[in-house]
């Protein structure tokens, strides 16, 4: 096996994030898990919302912000005063990356515009997250995870399909477009190292939820068809999906018809040479049927048991998890997808998950948790060259 190398791929790039909450952390999140130094740009009386985000406190301190705020500094600037703006000026010459997650037109009140940064240093990237993008009729709108999730068809499909729509427990619109960002940002440094020159990549939510939407538009627009709502199962897709158990629920994916003469094996039938379900197509229009006759088989068996066979039959299948089973997770301790983080803010560990996706010769790691407000701010202004005295003139100004 490869011995890694002791430097990470991102080892050397300065990275200000400006953003708040998910889509634009989630970006400084990417890369700083890779090693980058990413700065945490916080006004000193309005931090960042998600530091006080999430169901569970520890110490009257997110755990949440542990994970989301990892291998990050956190410098605190007042970016509505024009020291603070200053400041920021002077940071990004040093910088590599800027990102920033606020409402279109923001950076451009405060001065702060592409135009501007690039002047102070061409080779700047600026990774722009927006719920609409920065051009269009409503890029002026704000923008939320659940908005883009809706305007880009995702909500339109999640749920019953006799109830309204639903949605995941998690903002997937805004996970997906942090790493559509890191996604773009890595693209622009590619560039920039054949030409010098940095650029703008502008990452808008709704058109990163409907690049994962596969053929939803050309099925409408040149069939008539329209997607809807399905529950637990994909349409004509089949056999996939929840089977209940004794003790709880598996997934079995069995749509493909090898997969499918395997599971039919597994519990002992002919469906594979039924006409109803020999094909694809077949599966397709007796899917409900189909699910019937497998959970009827599923239900007198527990989880252990079906998946158990599952495995020996090489039939695609797996648990159900909540949290409580993935931290016991033998596959996921191996793998280190879980991984546990000493945060001193909380004064315990953190189980969060690791760094995705794994690199062989330059992997990524996870070296802090969330910072407390402002705990590098004197740190970074001194090597920007700011003496105590001025630090401490900027802080009674509310500066920093």
């Known amino acids: ?56 406190k520890v110490n009257e301190q997110s755990v949440f912000w542990a ?11 007042n970016l509505r005063l024009e020291k603070g703006q200053d400041i920021l000026k002077r940071l990004v010459s040093t910088a590599d990356i800027l990102v920033e ?52 068809g995702l909500r339109h499909l999640i749920g019953e399909p006799d109830r309204p729509p639903a949605r995941a427990g998690v903002s997937l619109g805004d996970t997906m477009t942090g790493t559509f960002a890191a996604l773009g940002t890595m693209m622009a440094l590619f560039h920039r190292e054949k030409s010098g020159r940095g650029q703008v990549v502008d990452a808008a939510i709704y058109e990163s939820v409907l690049a994962f939407m596969e053929s939803l538009l050309p099925e409408y627009a040149l069939g008539g068809h329209t997607r809807e709502r399905s529950g637990g199962i994909l349409p004509r897709i089949a056999p996939s999906g929840a089977y209940p158990c004794s003790d709880g629920m598996v997934i079995i994916g069995a749509n493909q018809d090898t997969l499918f003469q395997r599971l039919s094996d597994m519990i002992g039938t002919d469906w594979a040479t039924d006409a109803r379900y020999a094909t694809h197509d077949a599966r397709g229009e007796n899917q409900l049927e189909l699910d019937e006759m497998i959970s009827d088989w599923t239900r007198d068996r527990s989880m252990q048991e079906v998946l158990r066979l599952c495995e020996a039959h090489a039939v695609p299948s797996g648990p159900v998890n909540t949290a409580k089973e993935m931290l016991v997770d033998d596959h996921m301790k191996a793998r280190e997808a879980i991984l546990k983080v000493f945060s001193p803010l909380l004064g315990t560990d953190v189980p969060m998950q690791g760094v995705v996706p794994k690199l062989d010769l330059t992997p990524g790691s996870i070296n802090s948790t969330g910072p407390a407000l402002g705990q590098d701010t004197r740190a970074i202004l001194d090597v920007l060259g700011y003496s105590l005295e001025d630090q401490a003139a900027l802080r009674d100004q509310n500066v920093i």
């Open 1 to 56: 096996m490869t011995e890694p190398i002791v430097q990470p791929p991102l080892s050397g790039l300065r990275v200000i994030e400006l953003g708040q909450l998910i889509a634009g952390p989630f970006c400084g999140q990417l890369l700083g898990d890779f090693g980058a130094e990413v700065i945490k740009v916080e006004a000193p009386d309005r931090p960042d919302p998600a530091r006080d985000w999430g169901a569970v």
């Open 67 to 77: 994970i989301i705020a990892r291998n990050k500094k956190s410098l605190t600037l």
């Open 101 to 152: 997650n606020f409402r279109p037109g923001t950076l451009e009140k405060w001065g702060l515009s592409p135009e501007v940064l690039h002047q102070i240093n061409p080779r700047l990237v600026i990774t722009r997250v927006s719920g609409y993008g920065q051009s269009g009729p409503e890029s002026h709108k704000p923008g939320y995870a659940s908005v883009g999730e809706a305007k880009g």
